[in-house]
Nanobody, 124 residues
Framework: QVQLIESGGGLVQTGDSLRLSCVFS????????MGWFRQAPGKERTFVAVISWGADSTALADPVKGRFTISRDNAKKSVYLEMSNLKPEDSAIYYC?????????????????WGKGIQVTVSS
């Protein structure tokens, strides 16, 4: 059974940086596209970033382009979300997810496995 565990969240100030990590277990990591989603209070969960099996392709949501970077280390079975120049509107619970789909999936329904999420709060 695939499990995903996020770490690295916390409380930061506007303009700060933060790195989220997600460790994958229970399956073949390199078979999955890995994504990050986030959900702010009272809002729907939205796509943030996705990375391909071999890390040769990525996609980012428009609100985070130029500030966030997604990467992965297949040897460590881990995916990362580097967040810089954080803004209060980035505050949310961030979820790591795994998808067997190709083509840089951006919708929740394309992802099979999900982590429990981790809180990121950006104070103004």
């Amino acid at each position: 059974q695939v499990q995903l565990i996020e770490s690295g969240g916390g409380l930061v100030q506007t303009g700060d940086s933060l790195r989220l990590s997600c460790v994958f277990s229970g399956g073949t990591f390199s078979h999955y596209f890995m994504g990050w989603f986030r959900q702010a209070p009272g809002k729907e969960r939205t796509f943030v970033a996705v990375i391909s099996w071999g890390a040769d392709s990525t996609a980012l949501a428009d609100p985070v382009k130029g500030r966030f970077t997604i990467s992965r280390d297949n040897a460590k079975k881990s995916v990362y979300l580097e967040m810089s120049n954080l803004k209060p509107e980035d505050s949310a619970i961030y979820y790591c997810a795994a998808s067997p789909k190709v083509g840089l999936p951006r919708t929740e329904s394309q992802y099979t496995y999900w982590g429990k999420g981790i809180q990121v709060t950006v104070s103004s």
